[in-house]
């Protein structure tokens, strides 16, 4: 008699929960009631099933902090350039351990060797010479005119034109130059440059050729070309400690370094999951209440069927983690890198929800 009047129960209450119930009376079992009574007791019989969400925000504050470092060093041989970045980073390095930032804080993200050629004040007061042969000669055709670059080339002479004489066609005219410190040593020196030349041309059968002018003039130079060589060594500092980075700034600028316009704030994962797992039962406990609100006083809500929880970061936490202010991003591009902005960005948002099915309970009334 109670199991008939339990299969009545169940289906009439079917009516409602139509989508959502799962037993019948062809499933209805004793085993079947029997778990559910020592799930719930035997005043209460699941009908069903109910789904809601419900969101939350939390917001956190940036605790991790990135920036870069560029030490630039000069020599004037490669080795000297690499042992004076070695010696400044060493310094850095010293000073950062005192603030108790260690090698795993650090990152080398770029190094590179250049050699440059700049120019110096001459220190010695030196007078040099410049001797110039202009050279006309005639050229017939094109395989001529390919194979006189070709050896000009090998002078460093790239500049054939047409020599210019309304009466006179297929003549061209190219310049032989030689600087020297004395005027006999130049002028030597050019008229062996023009003999190599001219006994080239005679090989390729070019002999109509001819000195149209030449000159000799004093030149003085108050610079001299020297090459150099440099290193460029850029170091990658992260760490959680923001009240640090005007003091690593401050020393890095007395070592001479360049601190670089690409500082980014962020929160750790650690913190990150510390607060959300300080949310997720309060969110249950308000899922739970909007349930049981939800399905008023005429059922009772069961255990969670399940649930699932999800984070959703802002944009700034996304990729690098990092977040730059308005301000910083439309500077940057003509800001000098001596002007370092370390804006500190608000609090970060997250929103969390929390999605559930229950299970739905009738009270069942015994006679």
Known sequence: MKRKIILILLLNISAIFSSEAKYNELNVSNSYLELQQLKYGKNLIPVGEINSSIFDNIKLKPDTVEFSITLETEGTT????????????????????????????????????????IEKEDDQENTNYQATLNVVLTIDNNDSFINLNKTLDKYNINNISPFENDKLTNYYLFQIVSVGNSESKTKEDLYQKYTSITN??????????????????????DTINEQRYFVNNTLKIKINKLD??????????????????????SVSPEAIQTEVKKHETLLLNQLTSKVERLVAQKYVVGAPISLEFQARYPEA?????????????????????????????????????LSGSFETLKKVEHN
């Open 200 to 221: 080239e041309l005679k090989k390729m059968g070019l002999t109509n050729f001819s000195i149209k002018s030449s000159s000799v003039s004093q030149i003085d130079t």
């Open 317 to 353: 936490l996304y990729g690098r983690n990092n977040f730059r202010s308005n301000r910083m991003m439309s500077e940057m591009a003509s800001m000098n890198y001596s002007d370092v902005d370390i804006y500190t960005p608000p609090e970060y948002e997250i929103t969390l929800t």
């Open 244 to 265: 640090l980075i005007g003091k690593i700034i401050a020393k890095a600028q007395e070592l001479k370094m360049q601190v670089n316009n690409d500082i980014s704030y």
């Open 78 to 117: 490669p080795t000297e350039a690499s042992d004076l970045n070695v010696k400044t980073m060493k310094k850095l390095k010293s000073y950062l351990s005192t603030l108790n930032i260690t090698d795993d804080n650090l990152v080398t993200i770029d190094y590179k060797n250049s050699v440059k050629t």
